[in-house]
């Protein structure tokens, strides 16, 4: 398996509401990664999961939670969001030989309106 | 503050012609070069480039770095309406050991048929 799934792959949500989105990889890639994308713009890092462990987080607003329950998931906790949040969230992994993380590869994303 | 810049922005060719893209990159922690296509929606990896002078090569895609002069091109040759996309440089700056990687705005690749 060579692929990154991402679910769902719409989802509209109120501003009250909270939601998952959820990321698997079954490729024995040990760094996972959140990376938000709005309209014509390129990706911009979120969060990075090295070993399980929360590494980076690029001053994300609290709304947006990760959790990475084992090697091969990750999941993004969403909460109280605003409007402008909308965007494609890219879920990302990567092989870690040693202390390099070679290249990543995307899941499909999820589209996230947010009304 | 570390940085990515991809030239042109967009760019239109006929079905054939040869397109040579461009990113150069100012980054502390330089640890790699990367070239993804987005078409739709997940970007799709090309090449990842660590070493000065070593041409990578896929079909009638190729990449080379030049660590002097902080710059990477890709080389797409005989353009197909296929190549359509969105090509984006990133650079992993490191950072310690971090899969960090910071994006150029891309170039917009249309190939007319």
């Known amino acids: 398996d060579t692929e990154v799934t991402q679910t769902p792959k719409h989802l509209v949500m109120g501003m009250t509401n909270k939601k998952s989105l959820k990321c698997e990889q079954h490729?024995?890639?040990?760094?996972m990664y959140w990376y938000k994308q709005k309209a014509k713009k390129p990706p911009e890092l979120m969060f990075v999961y090295s070993y399980e462990k929360l590494s980076i987080n690029e001053s994300v607003p609290s709304r947006f939670s990760p959790e990475c329950p084992n090697s091969s998931l990750l999941n993004l906790h969403l909460h109280a969001l605003q409007p402008e949040d909308s965007a494609l969230y890219l879920c990302?992994?990567?092989?870690?030989?040693?202390?390099?993380?070679?290249?990543?590869?995307f899941g499909p994303g999820t589209r996230l309106t947010v009304l | 503050e570390d940085k990515v810049v991809q030239s042109p922005l967009s760019l239109v060719v006929h079905e054939g012609d040869t397109v040579t893209l461009n990113c150069s990159y100012e980054v502390t922690n330089f640890r790699s070069l990367l070239w993804y296509k987005q078409e739709k929606k997940a970007p799709t990896f090309l090449f990842m480039l660590?070493?000065?002078?070593i041409e990578k090569k896929s079909g009638r895609l190729s990449s080379i770095l030049d660590k002097k002069e902080l710059f990477s091109i890709l080389n797409i040759t005989a353009t197909q309406t296929g190549d359509s996309a969105i090509y984006l440089c990133a650079s992993d700056t490191g950072g310690g050991s971090q899969g960090n990687l910071i994006f150029g705005k891309g170039t917009k690749l249309s190939v007319k048929p």
């Open positions: 990302a992994s990567s092989q870690v030989t040693g202390r390099t993380y070679n290249e990543q590869f």
């Open positions: 660590t070493s000065s002078g």
């Open positions: 490729m024995g890639h040990r760094a």
